[in-house]
């Protein structure tokens, strides 16, 4: 099945991509590993007149680091290096683990936990064990951020017609998400 025609932006900054979706509105989607939304566009089931990707917001930062007790990852880190990153052996095993849950090993070297957490399907591996250590996932939308935890966030992700929709709006752009290193009271 071929995918639809639409106009296709390859911003080089954070604040451009949030221009162009704020400007496009309901009009648009992100892209940045594509395994979710071209497979809903080939069904026909989204028809977005623009595509924005944010794949080359990436830059060289690496996809997590430690830093002042909170292990931070970026929404464009693939499901692949998430589960053989070296910092989740230990005690967020669970994070890697989860990572590695994901699709194929073709899906899971293009998949993004940003775009798995966003899309708040119910097969969103990467969400539990980032529920179990109460990640806050920072998101963008114009000149505006904030924090959402993904505790609320995972429980109103409602069914609709057999399909997930995101709690949060389809023209935000996910900003990095964090984990506290702090081990969970007893």
């Known amino acids: 099945m071929p995918l639809p025609k639409f106009q296709f932006s390859e911003p080089g900054s954070l604040d451009e991509a949030c221009r162009l979706l704020a400007d496009a509105g309901e009009n648009a989607a992100v892209i940045a590993g594509g395994t979710d939304l071209l497979v809903k566009m080939k069904q026909g089931r989204v028809k977005p007149e623009l595509v924005v990707s944010i794949a080359?917001?990436?830059?060289?930062?690496?996809?997590?680091?430690?830093?002042?007790?909170?292990?931070?990852?970026?929404?464009?880190?693939?499901?692949?290096?998430?589960?053989?990153?070296?910092?989740?052996?230990?005690?967020?095993?669970?994070?890697?683990?989860?990572?590695?849950?994901?699709?194929?090993?073709?899906?899971?070297?293009?998949?993004?936990?940003?775009?798995?957490?966003?899309?708040?399907?119910?097969?969103?591996?990467?969400?539990?064990?980032?529920?179990?250590?109460?990640?806050?996932?920072?998101?963008?939308?114009?000149?505006?951020?904030?924090?959402?935890?993904?505790?609320?966030?995972?429980?109103t992700a409602a069914r609709v017609e057999g399909r997930s929709r995101a709690p949060m709006a389809r023209s935000r752009t996910c900003l990095p998400l964090a984990v506290s290193w702090a081990l969970p009271e007893a």
């Open 56 to 155: 080359r917001l990436r830059g060289n930062e690496p996809p997590l680091e430690a830093d002042g007790g909170k292990l931070r990852i970026r929404p464009l880190a693939t499901m692949s290096e998430l589960g053989s990153h070296p910092d989740l052996r230990g005690t967020f095993r669970s994070i890697a683990e989860g990572a590695l849950m994901v699709g194929s090993p073709q899906i899971r070297n293009l998949a993004t936990v940003g775009g798995n957490l966003v899309s708040a399907r119910p097969c969103a591996d990467s969400a539990p064990p980032l529920l179990c250590w109460d990640a806050r996932l920072s998101l963008a939308s114009g000149a505006v951020a904030c924090a959402v935890s993904r505790r609320p966030s995972i429980r």
